[in-house]
């Protein structure tokens, strides 16, 4: 069955220190895409990063990037440099298709908070 | 602009009154879906829809019901609204699993600006 485990409730770290934001997953199908969602006060939900699982190098965009351990089923999220407004929510998700099946299943969320 | 569009945004309202959320996209996208989000349990998927005229139910779809009779528009309904369906919902959407070549669906959500609902 699909499972999605965000272990870290919430994370205090002083500004510009990198943060690593845990994910481990579960799945029976191959072929899956592991992704990161921001969700900061206002509600909206934010893309961050993708990694797919036939991918061989880790994703990066801007000061994020992924750390794929496929073995182990991990896809931490890393934040270089922190800043201010990268306080928020962070959600990490797991799409893959067992079967006919679609579905999308999202972690419990990792509430990030940036020290001045 | 490419957008997800939800209504309402927010909405009190009673016990047993039927409701409808609306939720339209216009990037053409095959794929669409529902989610519930709770303090301390993250985003549920409540149903979810491949395309037109194909739906499924994703972890929590008891209590609600959805219907995609056209591509850009996928409501959820509320029959008979009880209080645990307070929560905040999302609607997404994305292009299908198939699209992306099968190889992981890496076609991000994407998502509308949130529902509050209060069901008293």
């Known amino acids: 069955a699909q499972k999605i485990t965000q272990t870290q409730p919430g994370m205090f770290v002083q500004e510009k220190e990198a943060v690593t934001l845990d994910c481990t997953y579960d799945t029976s199908d191959p072929s899956y895409g592991l992704f990161w969602y921001k969700q900061p006060s206002s509600g909206e939900m934010i893309f961050l990063i993708y990694?797919?699982?036939?991918?061989?190098q880790n994703a990066t965009e801007g000061r994020y990037s992924l750390n794929f351990q496929k073995a182990r089923k991990s896809a931490n999220l890393v934040i270089s440099a922190s800043q201010l407004g990268d306080s928020a929510m962070y959600f990490c998700a797991m799409r893959d298709r067992w079967g006919r099946d679609d579905k999308i299943i999202f972690g419990k969320g990792t509430r990030l908070h940036i020290l001045p | 602009e490419a957008q997800v569009t939800q209504n309402p945004r927010y909405l009190i309202t009673v016990t047993g009154k039927k409701l409808t959320v609306t939720c339209s996209q216009n990037m053409n996208h095959e794929y669409m879906s529902w989610y519930r989000q709770d303090p301390g349990l993250g985003l549920r998927q409540i149903y979810y829809s491949m395309n037109v005229e194909v739906t499924d139910k994703g972890d929590v779809p008891e209590g609600y019901k959805v219907s995609r009779k056209e591509k850009r528009n996928f409501p959820l309904i509320l029959e008979s609204p009880s209080p645990n369906q307070t929560s905040l919902y999302f609607c997404a959407s994305s292009l299908s699993f198939a699209a992306s070549g099968g190889r992981g669906g890496n076609q991000p959500q994407h998502f509308g600006d949130g529902t509050r609902l209060s069901i008293l």
């Open positions: 990694q797919g699982s036939y991918d061989q």
